[in-house]
């Protein structure tokens, strides 16, 4: 009984107060959807002006493609293996498995290899900016480097993002190439296919442009990855566990941003009819 | 360790009258956390300054805003004369170049070597040096402080003692006019403790160097402080020699030097 008048007066508390009060889940989204917009106008206004870390950017694009690269790589072959495999028997039903290179092809370049590849590239390089820069901020490895006659947005952060945004397209070639090659193989396991027509096949149907619109996403999908990356870890609050926290936070967000990003890619080349 | 049992403190290296920092009502406060409420200080060149103060008032706080890491709400703080929170950024870094600043927490890079870590402060500076002047440096820096066998290993293979001497190390590279000091001798053994303190006072012999001390342990205060400034409630409660506020009847000044 206490119970539930306590509650009652709680919830009409609430509503007594609802044109005053923002609930603080709901001012917390809005003021961190603030604070990551500034983040990214300040990478484009601090990004193209001089000193320009170019070295530093080099060794970032190293470190992220070798980081990834056995990887994107394994899980690719995989992916169009499987593909493969699972796509034949419902194709053998209709009579069209002629059509199974292609159809393959299709979904790997336009859809497949570039979210997975992002989808991976987030949970092992966007976690690990996040939680590298997270423990340069609070054991004030940053500050160190501003006192240090370095701008550290511009040698932490806009190296880091650019060169995720470089990285990750380049991945996303490599993986697909990869996958077509798992296919390939995949088809040889019950059917028989010579290398130069399973190639044939794909490319008769697929123009090459198809890559393109590909390409640009995964260049949005490598930017989301970067940028999230380094605001958790930049605005990492204080302690270990907020460096953690930086790393799962950045893993979540921008695995929701790739989605949100691929939907209205979707969108745009549809219009552009790029699609078929 | 360089040899600094000869530098004593008999004659203190008499303090010019040019001021080299001069804070005036700094305010500076977190939300509703009021830190420092109008902080008054004045550092002259060849003059060392210790800060006492209590856990958590302030301290860090002070010195972060002379080194432009923090922007004060109010008032003003003139390094070389020029006002730190008016410079644009290359200004700032033109001043930070001057200036050497060790971390309370040593703030290495964990990615880099010792030898990297006392790099980046020559290499960012923009000051050309060829691969053997910066060796020589290098190794010149890790020999004050006692550690050049480290010159290739990596921040987390060091002791806590060990990283605070890199720190320092990195810190003196490239012979700041002024050094502002967070905690210098905190978590070294007293021998180690008393070196580090006898080589800062060689460096104010030898440069002229004027410091800013943050530092709890006595020892080290009374060796190297030709001041003492007393920070409570945000203010400089007090400014005088050691034996000076030794002597005083403040019980607030009293706990200091029980
Ligand atoms: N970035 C910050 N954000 C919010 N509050 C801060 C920040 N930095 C310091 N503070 C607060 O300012 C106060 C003074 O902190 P400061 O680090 O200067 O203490 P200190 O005197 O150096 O203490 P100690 O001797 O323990 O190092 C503390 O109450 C701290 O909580
Ligand atoms: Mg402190």
Redesign the interface.
Known sequence: MMAFSAGTAYKADIYRNMPLTIPPKMKFFFEETGHIARFTGKFFTEGFKPRYEFQEFLRQCFLIGNKSLSLVGLTAFILGLVLTIQLRPPLLRYGVEFELPYIVADSVIREIGPVITALIFAGKIGSGIGA?LG??KV???I?????????PFKYLVVTRVLATSLMLPLLVIMSCSISLLGAYIGYNIKGQISFELFFGQIFQWLPFSAIIPSLIKTLFFGFAVGMVGCYRGYHSTKGTEGVGRAANATVVISSFLIFLIDLVAVQITDLLGFTS | MTDTTTISRESPPVASQETVIRISGVKKSFGHNVVLDGFNLDLHKGENIVVLGKSGSGKSVLI?CI???LRPDDGEIQVFGQNVTELN?DEL?QV??R?G?L?????????MTVRENLE??MR???IKLSQQEANEMVMEALDNVGLAHTVDMMPIELSGGMRKRIALARTLILKPEIILYDEPTTGLDPITGKEISDLMVELQAKYQTSSLIISHDMKCVERTADKIAVLIEGKCHALDSFDGLKASADPVIKQFFE
């Open positions: 590298e423990s340069m054991t004030e490895q500050d160190a480097m501003e006192v240090s006659g370095t701008n | 972060k080194i432009g890491l950024h870094d930070r170049a200036v600043f971390f309370q927490s040593n703030a290495l890079y964990d990615s980046f402060p960012r500076h923009w």
